[in-house]
């Protein structure tokens, strides 16, 4: 169990939020990141609980919190500085351990669900044009020490946006994952899987990424490793995007992340409906691929402007 390592300030409630931790961590399978945010979201309230009642919270108390109590917490969190942003994550973390104690009939509180998220900015995806898209991916083996290591930065990169992979996904490969067929099977948030058309140019720079590389790849280890021989760390890959943005006059949102962004705009852009590009994704909701509408929007906007001479006035 989880809960001799959380400094709970309440003996009562530390098996309940290890029993929760472990929920998260072997049913859910939450990310490292997401867990180590939630568990620290949930102490923060159990600590602000203790210091708002002078004394250690109990299951009692946990059932009898109003609407306020929860606002209080988020109110004092704003006052220290907490992003809109991360209160709506504390927020939501504070619900989803609500939510496992009335699942297993711990402590049935409806009050948190009077509690409204904090309103967050629109923030649109930001995608590279398709110039800069290919220039990014031909120009990144440019800053690797050896020659391997830069086909492997353009192997990655060319998956990246040629399937629409996030970093983690691609990173997380092994050998053996690289299909014989068409098709790639990824393994997304929360274990889901879903299937990518795996185009002739991303195989072909993954093949060569292979062939230069020093090391015999074993079909059950990282498909992309590192200098070390150990399965890439994300942060390379980062630092070989920071390089190029420099490099190339690109702009901050230049990430790895805004090759993912790129795929979707461009296929939408190439008329693709949305169902095919939330597939394609591994979005949950529809709604969340809908974001891609007003970037396609922009996104055009911008094509015109930059290419057609009655925009240059």
């Not at 907490?82 to 509180?109: C, E, G, M, Q, W």
């Not at 490969?173 to 099977?185: K, S």
């Not at 949305?274 to 891609?292: E, P, V, W």
């Not at 055009?300 to 925009?311: I, K, S, T």
């Amino acid at each position: 169990m989880t809960e001799n390592l959380i400094p709970v300030p309440s003996p009562e409630l530390a098996p309940l939020l290890g029993g929760w931790l472990d929920y998260l961590q072997w049913e859910k399978r939450v990310s490292p990141h997401t867990f180590s945010a939630y568990k620290r979201d949930v102490i923060g309230f159990l600590v602000f609980l203790a210091e708002h009642q002078g004394r250690p919270p109990t299951k009692a108390d946990l059932q009898d919190l109003r609407p306020a109590d929860f606002r209080s917490f988020l109110a004092k969190r704003r006052r220290e500085g907490l992003t809109p942003a991360s209160a709506a994550r504390t927020l939501s973390a504070v619900r989803a351990f609500f939510k496992y104690l009335r699942r297993h009939d711990i402590v049935n509180n409806e009050a948190i669900g009077a509690v409204r998220s904090p309103k967050l900015p629109h923030r649109l995806p930001r995608p590279l044009d398709e110039q800069a898209a290919k220039r990014a991916l031909t120009n990144v083996a440019g800053f690797a020490a050896k020659d391997w290591i830069g086909d492997r930065d353009i192997a990655v990169l060319t998956l990246l946006y040629g399937c629409g992979l996030r970093i983690s996904e691609a990173l997380n490969l092994n050998r053996q994952d690289l299909p014989d067929g068409h098709m790639l099977r990824v393994l997304g948030k929360r274990n889901k899987e879903r299937m990518v058309p795996l185009l002739p140019v991303v195989r072909a720079a993954i093949e060569v990424y292979l062939t230069s590389c020093p090391t015999d790849l074993p079909l059950n280890g990282p498909l992309f490793i590192g200098a070390q021989g150990k399965r890439l760390n994300a942060r390379m890959i980062q630092l070989a995007m920071e390089k190029l943005r420099k490099s190339l006059g690109l702009p901050p949102s230049a990430t790895p992340h805004a090759l993912r962004h790129s795929f979707a705009t461009h296929l939408l852009t190439a008329g693709v409906d949305l169902r095919s590009i939330q597939k394609l994704l591994g979005h949950a909701s529809l709604a969340t691929t809908q974001h891609y509408t007003d970037v396609d929007t922009a996104y055009l906007m911008d094509v015109y402007n930059n290419a057609h001479p009655g925009a240059k006035g």
